[in-house]
Nanobody, 127 residues
Framework: QVQLVESGGGLVQPGGSLRLSCAASGFTFDDYAMGWFRQAPGKEREGVAAFDNDGAWSYANSVKGRFTISKDNAKNTLYLQMNSLKPEDTAVYYC?????????????????????WGEGTLVTISS
């Protein structure tokens, strides 16, 4: 059974940092594209950063230079290090995987489609 479980969200002041984790199970972690998405209140879900199945990565322009995606294959865990956080980064952050292998790069850090999703973790940036 495939599971993606995010953790690490919380309330942080502007300029602060958070590290999100996504613990994956039920599939061979290194074989598939995976990524982070976010959805702010009243807005559509958007791609933040992703790895493809060859290990290449890409970021949305809005987070370049501030966020870093990484993974630990031994722990089956995907990470998102978020620095210099801004109020506009406030959103529910989701981890996703393309186990169907049909996705591709769509630009601006987006690998799409993804077919497995976590439940999300809330990140709030506020003073």
């Amino acid at each position: 059974q495939v599971q993606l479980v995010e953790s690490g969200g919380g309330l942080v002041q502007p300029g602060g940092s958070l590290r999100l984790s996504c613990a994956a199970s039920g599939f061979t972690f290194d074989d598939y594209a995976m990524g982070w998405f976010r959805q702010a209140p009243g807005k559509e879900r958007e791609g933040v950063a992703a790895f493809d199945n060859d290990g290449a990565w890409s970021y949305a322009n809005s987070v370049k230079g501030r966020f870093t995606i990484s993974k630990d294959n031994a722990k089956n865990t995907l990470y998102l290090q978020m620095n210099s956080l801004k109020p506009e980064d406030t959103a529910v952050y989701y981890c996703a995987a393309d186990l169907g292998g049909v996705g591709s790069w769509k630009g601006n850090g987006l690998w799409w489609p993804m077919d497995y999703w976590g439940e999300g973790t809330l990140v709030t940036i506020s003073s």
